[in-house]
């Protein structure tokens, strides 16, 4: 019997700790990141919305040989070219990334709210499917009528953090929002970034650096703690995603 309690309380501070490390972690999209707040959001894009849906015939070696000596030539986005920019889930991109772009290209933007969402289609339009719309063919239509030769896409997660005081741990875990006690709090910003050719819908696709810094915050203060916390994290990624893309394909 004295075994089975020792068991028990080991058990009961394992799960105690546990809660402590992870305490107050969470993860959210960089388009819904006002502690999930904002009304306009409707999702994500999918990589099949943006980069190609699936045939909707038999694929053949013969199709994928060609596909692959395709993908043999380098992909190039010189200094000066006209993109069309789009942040997934976002009515238009944060201006803080069409800032860092406008430093090599000129940019025109676009809505990144999901095709199979009701904000994009409306109330009364039909649903836009596979079956109805080749949804990445006329993303590179919209830029070819805009005069751009390439899309840029990216994706965006938010992922926060407390530190545990004892063990010093920090787990990662999408950021949801919420009101923590006072706490070290220590957030990241993760990106993935599609590149697109508008005439061949060649496409490549790269995570940037990713970048974290840590606020002390109270139960009072922590919304406006977050906020500053998000918009630093924001200028710094995007700015060297914006540099990373012309490093890769500018030169």
């Known amino acids: 019997m004295k075994q089975w309690i020792t068991q028990q309380c080991r058990l009961l501070m394992l799960v105690v700790l546990g809660s402590l490390i992870v305490s107050g972690c969470s993860v959210r999209s960089i388009s819904n990141a006002d502690n999930g707040r904002n009304q306009f959001y409707a999702g994500e894009l999918s990589d099949q919305d943006v980069l190609g849906a699936m045939p909707k015939q038999g694929i053949s070696d013969a199709d994928i040989k060609t596909a692959l000596n395709n993908s043999r ?3 190039r986005l010189p200094k000066d070219s006209s993109i ?7 009515m238009t991109p944060d201006a803080e990334m069409q800032k860092a772009l406008k430093e090599y290209y000129s940019v025109a933007v676009f809505s990144g709210i999901p095709p199979n969402s009701q904000r994009y289609r409306g109330y009364n339009a039909q649903p836009v499917t596979e079956e109805t719309t080749d949804y990445p063919r006329l993303l590179r239509l919209t830029a070819a009528n805009g005069g751009q030769d390439k899309i840029i896409v990216y994706w965006g997660q938010l992922e926060s953090g407390s530190e545990n005081e004892v063990t010093k741990v920090v ?7 919420g009101v923590l006690p006072d706490e070290t709090q ?3 910003i993760v990106l993935r970034v599609a590149l697109i050719d508008v005439l061949s819908g060649r496409w490549v696709t790269f995570t940037p650096e990713v970048f974290e810094n840590s606020s002390v915050s109270g139960r009072y203060n922590r ?3 977050d906020l500053k916390q998000i918009m630093e994290l924001k200028a710094q990624a995007y700015d060297a995603a914006a540099k990373e893309i012309f490093e890769r394909y500018g030169r």
């Not at 069309?84 to 976002?90: D, R, T």
């Not at 787990?171 to 929002?177: A, H, L, Q, R």
């Open 73 to 75: 030539y380098t992909f």
């Open 84 to 90: 069309l920019l789009i942040q997934s889930g976002a």
């Open 171 to 177: 787990s990662w875990v999408p950021f949801v929002g």
């Open 186 to 188: 220590h957030m990241r």
């Open 223 to 225: 919304d406006s703690k």
